[in-house]
């Protein structure tokens, strides 16, 4: 697997990630910001902190799990090139011919 297209396909799931992330982040936030009473008071201030925390939050938080999404199957793949038992003996063609 070479470097260079490493790199964009791992922003590209990054990127789903990230939206992923912060939507839930903020679904967090303002779940905590309604729930107790006295944040709740001050909502006009509270939601657009939530808003730039969960935005910044969620790219390092997506970048942790990129690569956690990536390595089983590149993990597979190796195994299945080096000819080590990876599930069946279809499966084991299969990606060894998917690169």
């Known amino acids: 697997m070479s470097n260079t297209n490493e790199l ?8 789903v990630i990230y939206g ?3 939507a ?3 679904g967090i936030g303002l779940i905590v910001l309604l729930s107790i009473e006295s944040f ?3 909502l006009w201030i509270g939601i ?4 730039v925390a969960s935005a910044l939050l969620a790219w390092p938080i997506s970048l942790l799990i ?3 999404l990536r390595k089983p199957l590149w ?3 190796q195994l299945a090139d080096a000819g080590a038992p990876v599930g069946t003996p279809e499966e ?3 990606l060894s011919t998917n690169d």
């Open 24 to 26: 839930v982040l903020f």
């Open 8 to 15: 964009p396909t791992r922003s590209r799931i990054g990127l």
């Open 92 to 94: 084991r063609r299969e």
């Open 75 to 77: 993990r597979r793949r």
């Open 40 to 42: 709740s008071r001050h």
């Open 48 to 51: 657009p902190i939530v808003v």
């Open 20 to 22: 992923i992330t912060d």
């Open 66 to 68: 990129v690569p956690r």
